[in-house]
């Protein structure tokens, strides 16, 4: 029995190991070097949660609210550590095999692959070599370089959860719920709902297909059965997660991704069109997909490749004019749409043959439902670039506008194009002659793929203008530049024809050992060895630019990741627990390097406070003192005269924490409220919108001279205060308005804020001394933590129950073969 057992396992335990193997041999001899890989958008995030990160460690307490990032706002989106996540990340350790090196994010993200292959009855040699395919598209590897770490993990988890629903609608409900139960949570907690939104495309086309498989063979009942047992396990993976969910939901109202900027307001204001909530058209299509650069998915190089020198690419550099290279080497190597990028799409030369030959030979509705969400995703790549689709999309379809970088939306082909390659290969596999009987078929796709390669490499100009649309422009108008700009495209052709031969040459080895195997001058195993070498070797060296030795750095790198300044120093030996810092020697609202040492009144964040991006809009950017003062900016760091050493200079018109005031503007709108910030008296005059009346300036007839109030104890989380008043005043206070989670006491007795200055708090303060304390503890987190506890275990039942169940079957099988 154990024997049988064993022998049936070991191809798969073979499998797994290969896929640890590989992962490894990838980033040696740099992981058992002590490097690690230093990524700028981990950087980011380590800086605006390390207050929080300190904080833990100081206290044993974690703040749901930091003031290290824009002045202050919750850290639901910086580091969403609830309770109940605490065992979700004991069961992904085991997944991810307790290997904490860059390889464990490869090896899962092939496992999960080759598992929803094997749930299609694809044999384990086959779902190898698509787990290498899917798993070493070059977009996974470019978000590793860059630190999209959790968008990766999401994406990694992703296929097997499409493996649960697949084995529901197979009849296997309780399996397959289990199965996707398990990995939709996991999915979930890694906390990029945008990559979940996507594949929600795929999920909904795959059940329109199931459906129509069910129709077509009177099964609906158990369509329906596998539906309804789907539906389960989605309200448990989310269940699992609720405590995350539901503050990044009621969280996203406050922010650019719920609320209408004023920008918006603005043009419903003027009858241009209706203000909507979400992030606006041109921010959402800031990098859209050229229609020309989608090419890359078979030529990684279509537009250039990644961002970045010409001079790095010595070989494209070889037939411009040697008195013309000093200058062609500083010009940008990328041509494409996009304002930038760390590189391209690119799905591999052969899969994409096979992906296109499986257009044709593959049969039935799980074809169909591929083939459609590709197309989609293609197009919506594209955003500015096919402006009515994406358009449609943003206003229409629900949640669309919330999410930023169209062009990230190509992770469905990259999902779609292996899958159906793959299943294409096994049917030519399966049946040797397919190739030669569908020679029609074939010769359509190797032309659409190795043909249009050919015709790229030999006239590269008869397709694309190796001149971006912003150089055209910059050229039209300073026609001296000519001959820079000629030479400069002679090395970007180089650079492109070097990779349209490239996948025409794969594309051809591929197609030969096909040939040779359907005329049976070669056996199954060497075609498939032969097929996965050529994927592997492939994809392996294009990932390699964009992800090698050149992205690791020394282990203490990471542990100082920004070493502290000599202005650092100083600010940092001011004893008041509480005041803020704007940091002019960078971008202060693209950079959260200040964050690490500071409270920033900047920082970095793709979910920032709407109302604070409004002040940044039309206030911060242009200087405005009044606001600065009323943000308590206490410091500013500038560049050094003499030896460009950042310096530190005070800010004495810094606000402090809290003050009264003396008089209040009212204002009807937030319009009228950000136009009264441009000119007025922040230690006077508090503004306000009419709606605070009722809270809010009942005692400002009141407010006498010698009226203090001042921070005794500062906590992220817990502002405490002491007020004396003669007569009752009211107060401001320089700390970022946010509607819901604050408790906030007077002596003990709860009291509301207002909203004043666009974005701060105000408070009535009556007569006498008092202790006012400000602390952020939504209740809604020890609700949602509970009904979580409950949801993960009853997902551990469910596996815990597909397992006995298998374990039982087992058994029986063996009992009757006796």
């Not at 961002?307 to 690419?313: A, C, H, L, T």
């Not at 490239?502 to 097929?531: D, E, N, P």
Request: hydrophobic share 45%.
């Amino acid at each position: 029995m154990n024997k049988q057992l064993m022998k049936k396992a070991l191809p798969y335990i073979g499998s797994v190991l290969f896929m640890i193997l590989l992962s490894y041999i990838y980033f040696t001899p740099d992981i058992f070097e002590n490097k690690v890989l230093f990524q700028g958008d981990m950087q980011q995030g380590i800086a605006i949660g390390q207050e929080g990160i300190a904080f833990k460690e100081k206290t044993g307490e974690t703040t749901r609210w930091t003031n290290s990032i824009f002045s202050g706002m919750p850290n639901f989106q910086i580091s969403p550590s609830y309770d109940n996540n605490t065992w979700i990340n004991q069961i992904t350790n085991a997944y991810h095999l307790w290997i904490k090196t860059p390889a464990s994010l490869v090896f899962i993200m092939m496992l999960g692959f080759f598992i929803l292959l094997i749930t299609l009855h694809i044999k384990w040699p086959l779902a190898l070599i698509g787990a290498i395919a899917y798993a070493f598209s070059s977009y996974f590897f470019i978000i590793i370089a860059a630190g999209h770490i959790w968008k990766f993990i999401t994406l990694a988890y992703i296929p097997p959860t499409i493996a649960g629903i697949l084995l529901a609608y197979r009849g296997k409900y309780l399996a397959g719920a289990a199965l996707a139960a398990f990995f939709a949570m996991l999915q979930i907690v890694s906390n990029h709902i945008q990559m979940t939104y996507y594949f929600l495309f795929v999920i909904a086309a795959i059940v329109i297909a199931c459906f129509v498989d069910a129709y077509k063979q009177k099964q609906l009942s158990r369509f329906f059965k596998a539906t309804g047992t789907l539906i389960i396990a989605g309200l448990l993976a989310v269940g699992a997660n609720l405590p995350n969910l539901y503050h990044t939901y009621e969280y996203s109202k406050e922010t650019m991704r719920g609320q209408a900027g004023l920008e918006q307001k603005k043009q419903s204001a003027e009858g241009e069109k209706e203000a909507k909530s979400g992030l606006s058209t041109e921010y959402i299509t800031q990098w859209s997909y050229g229609i020309g650069e989608t090419w890359t998915l078979l030529i990684p190089d279509t537009k250039g490749g990644a961002s970045g020198y010409i001079g790095n690419n010595k070989k494209a550099l070889e037939n411009v004019s040697p008195n013309m290279r000093e200058y062609v080497a500083q010009m940008n190597q990328y041509w494409g749409d996009q304002p930038g990028t760390s590189g391209p799409v690119y799905a591999g030369a052969l899969i994409m043959f096979l992906f296109i030959l499986g257009c044709f030979i593959i049969k039935g509705s799980l074809k169909w439902a591929l083939l459609a969400v590709t197309f989609l995703s293609i197009i919506l790549s594209w955003g500015k670039n096919f402006l009515p689709v994406t358009q449609w999309f943003i206003d229409y379809f629900p949640m669309y506008n919330k999410f930023r970088t169209v062009s990230s939306i190509l992770v469905i082909a990259e999902f779609c194009i292996p899958l159906l390659a793959i299943l294409a290969l096994k049917e030519l596999i399966t049946k040797p002659k397919l190739l030669l009987e569908q020679r029609t078929y074939t010769i359509v796709a190797f032309i659409l793929t190795g043909g249009m390669a050919l015709l790229f490499a030999l006239f590269p100009s008869l397709f694309f203008n190796f001149t971006s649309g912003y150089e055209k422009d910059f050229l039209a108008k300073n026609m001296e530049y000519g001959e820079i700009f000629a030479n400069m495209e002679i090395a970007r052709k180089a650079i492109f024809v070097s990779d349209a031969w490239r996948s025409f040459i794969i594309i051809i080895l591929g197609i030969g050992f096909l040939w040779l195997y359907s005329i049976g001058k070669v056996g199954k195993s060497t075609l498939i060895v032969a097929i996965g070498i050529i994927v592997l070797g492939d994809m392996y060296n294009v990932n390699k630019r964009y992800l090698s030795t050149k992205n690791f750095v020394p282990e203490r790198t990471i542990k100082e990741p920004f070493p502290m300044t000599a202005a650092d120093r100083q600010i940092l030996a001011d004893p008041d627990p509480h005041y803020r810092v704007y940091n002019l020697t960078s971008d202060p609202f693209n950079d959260a390097s200040t964050s690490y040492h500071h409270k920033s009144i900047g920082g970095y964040h793709a979910a920032k406070l709407r109302r604070y991006d409004d002040l940044i809009k039309y206030q911060l950017v242009n200087n405005n003192q009044h606001v600065i003062n009323m943000l308590n900016a206490k410091y500013f760091i500038v560049p050094g005269d003499n030896n460009g050493q950042p310096q530190a200079i005070p800010n004495h018109n810094a606000m402090g924490n809290a003050w009264f005031v003396s008089n209040i503007k009212w204002v009807n709108n937030s319009h009228e409220e950000m136009d009264a910030l441009t000119e007025f008296n922040e230690r006077t005059t508090a503004i306000a919108d009419q709606s605070y009346k009722n809270l809010f300036g009942q005692y400002i007839s009141s407010y006498t001279q010698g009226d203090t109030i001042f921070l005794t104890s500062y906590k992220p989380n817990e502002l405490h205060y002491k007020a004396k008043t003669s007569k009752g005043g009211s107060a401001v206070f320089s700390e970022v308005f946010f509607p819901w989670g604050w408790n906030i006491t007077i002596d003990g007795e709860k009291a509301e804020m207002a909203r004043v200055n666009y974005v701060l708090r105000g408070l009535d303060i009556p007569a006498g001394e008092h202790e006012i304390i400000f602390r952020f503890e939504p209740q809604s987190i020890t609700i949602t933590t509970y009904i979580a506890y409950a949801c993960i275990i009853a997902i551990f039942i469910l596996l815990l129950s597909t397992a006995i169940i298998q374990i039982k079957k087992g058994k029986n099988s063996e009992i009757k073969t006796e």
